[in-house]
């Protein structure tokens, strides 16, 4: 009966293109960059040995610290400021009994808006003279309230923060309240007549129902943040002062500006493995918690 | 719900509650207004402070522009080729996306219909693997490896590229909606003496079409959307793409907001006209698979 589908020519013929372009173009680069982490290289002379020289080498680098800590501080204040945010608002819309739809379409704007152009906007929503958000806060505190977003070391890094919070929760909260709309209405009318408010029923119902959202909500925070790149290269490159250096913007620059191709490919692989090893105590964490309704 | 609430065994006090939190729903729309103005109100802002000259923009940035006038779009379009890099974003993007889907629906048939499970199941695991690397790692084999290639600063380049980058994510959809199709169709199609290409092409492709465009537009707007990877592998400014065009425009028209305002817009534009179009079908599209789990 099934003979039709046990053609091992057809069989390669279609997967055999796809595994060719995957290994060249995915699986060959990720090999060769844990290599070219062992070497010292500038990309002309001959590739020097070096064993693990250049992992050592990240551990006293007070820039690829700095960096790696700006990874974390992105990361936490995603975690900490735009999550519960984002659960704020798809309560919220769920909630509406009128609009969601609009609601819905208007928070997701933003998403479909390339980084690049975001990046721009806010550069121009930042400008310390025509600004809007300066010109905001000369109206209702005076001059003494607006600052040099993007240039000062204290600020830089919050200010590319706001800016990436307002492209990304609209992701979120629609993904977020696509789990809370897909709660059996049973369960909330159960707890209405049982007399639960709309605090506990929040807490106690939804939020636990929505757990494995909050989930994956947190492992793409969690290997976003530490890959983060493109808004940080436009708004700041890093700068000033390095204050908002990242570990991509960091490598890109070692690699590419410094030619120093053998330490900028071992800063990838370490941003790798960090990846590799948040997302796996992540998952172990979650294991155990699948949600029955 | 109806019939236990005309029963009438609910407590007075529970009902007169919830039927109270039912009819004001007044603070909830406040706030979400106050959410989606914050969301809309800067690209509004600018939209306004594209049909200004500079001097208006800094002396009076909240009044209507005295005249629309389109002084800024031309200089946007002519000076700053923002037509040709939202052309050459098109070319790259759609042949880019079609390579994506021909190829990944092809291996996603193979690993979920065709009978060779144990290797199937080994080669859709070696895939997925790819949805764990961070691009960022692999910035300098890669770059590399296309100029070993002689692709370096051709469009071949990026469309090879993000059609590889974009697999493991749709082969993930696309062999989740396969492997849901009823074998009874299949059957049908065999006793009509299809082969398995037949079967593909005559069964398969029309009964997953939504799962296709789904992953069309998704590889859409990251294409559309790419930044570092454009920059990085295309140099000649005329084969820029749009993210890395605006990104160039922003460098050397740091003052002058009026026609930067413009491009933003210009660029702005296609996208969201496609959003407007498609909403649901984007929205259902990135949240599918992440919701369920």
Request: net charge positive.
């Amino acid at each position: 009966m099934y003979k039709a589908l046990r053609n091992p020519y057809t069989y390669l013929a279609f997967i055999v293109p796809t595994l060719a372009l995957y290994c060249l173009f995915f699986i060959y680069p990720v090999v060769v960059s844990f290599i070219y982490g062992f070497y010292q290289w500038d990309g002309i002379s001959e590739k020097l040995f070096i064993g693990i020289d250049n992992f050592k080498r990240l551990a006293h680098d007070e820039v690829f610290l700095k960096s790696l800590g700006n990874n974390f501080y992105f990361m936490a204040f995603s975690l900490i400021v735009n999550i519960p945010l984002v659960f704020l608002i798809a309560i919220m819309v769920s909630k509406a009994r009128r609009m969601r739809g609009f609601y819905k379409s208007a928070v997701f704007v933003p998403v479909v808006i390339s980084t690049a152009t975001v990046a721009i906007l806010f550069g121009v929503l930042y400008n310390y003279e025509s600004g809007m958000i300066n010109q905001v806060l000369r109206a209702i505190g005076g001059e003494s309230w607006a600052k040099e977003w993007l240039s000062d070391p204290h600020l830089a890094m919050l200010s590319i923060l706001i800016a990436n919070a307002w492209q990304n929760i609209g992701f979120f909260i629609v993904l977020c309240l696509a789990a809370i709309l897909n709660i059996p209405k049973e369960i909330g009318e159960a707890a209405k007549i049982d007399g639960v408010n709309a605090w506990s029923e929040t807490w106690r119902i939804t939020l636990p129902l929505v757990r494995p959202v909050l989930f994956v909500m947190l492992l793409l925070t969690v290997s976003g943040t530490l890959k983060v790149l493109d808004i940080v290269q436009i708004m700041t490159n890093g700068g000033p002062f390095q204050s908002t250096e990242v570990m991509s913007t960091y490598a890109l620059k070692v690699g590419f500006r410094s030619l120093e191709l053998g330490y900028g490919s071992a800063i990838g692989v370490a941003m790798f493995i960090l990846i590799l090893i948040m997302t796996g105590i992540l998952q172990r964490v979650s294991k155990s918690e699948e949600v029955q309704y | 719900m109806e019939r236990i609430l005309t029963s009438g065994k609910i407590a007075p006090s529970t009902l007169q509650r919830s039927s109270f939190l039912r009819n004001s729903q007044l603070p909830l729309h406040l706030s979400l207004w106050v959410y989606v103005i914050i969301v809309l109100f800067p690209l509004l802002w600018l939209l306004l402070s594209s049909f200004k000259t500079n001097r208006e923009i800094t002396v009076n940035t909240w009044a209507l522009p005295t005249t629309f006038n389109f002084d800024n779009y031309k200089a946007a379009w002519e000076s700053a080729h923002i037509g040709q890099y939202a052309f050459n974003s098109l070319i790259v993007t759609m042949a880019a996306c079609f390579l994506t889907i021909v190829l990944s629906a092809a291996t996603a048939f193979a690993l979920s219909r065709m009978k060779y499970k144990a290797l199937s199941k080994k080669v859709y695991g070696f895939i997925l693997l790819g949805l764990l690397v961070p691009p960022g790692a692999l910035f300098i084999p890669l770059y590399r490896l296309v100029t070993d290639l002689h692709l370096y600063d051709t469009h071949q380049a990026l469309i090879l590229v993000y059609c590889t980058y974009a697999l493991p994510i749709t082969i993930f959809i696309l062999h989740a909606f396969m492997q849901s199709v009823p074998s009874e169709l299949e059957e049908a199609g065999i006793m009509d003496g299809l082969s398995a290409a037949g079967l593909f092409a005559r069964v398969i492709v029309p009964v997953s079409m939504p799962a296709l465009v789904t992953v069309f537009i998704l590889a859409f707007i990251g294409n559309w959307n790419e930044y570092i990877l454009s920059q990085l592998l295309v140099t000649t400014e005329s084969l820029r793409t749009l993210p890395t065009g605006m990104a160039t425009f922003n460098d050397g028209y740091r003052t002058n907001f009026a026609s930067l305002s413009a491009a933003v817009i210009i660029s702005i534009i296609p996208v969201l006209l496609v959003y407007m179009f498609l909403q649901r079908q984007i929205i259902d599209g990135m949240t599918a698979g992440s919701v369920k789990g």
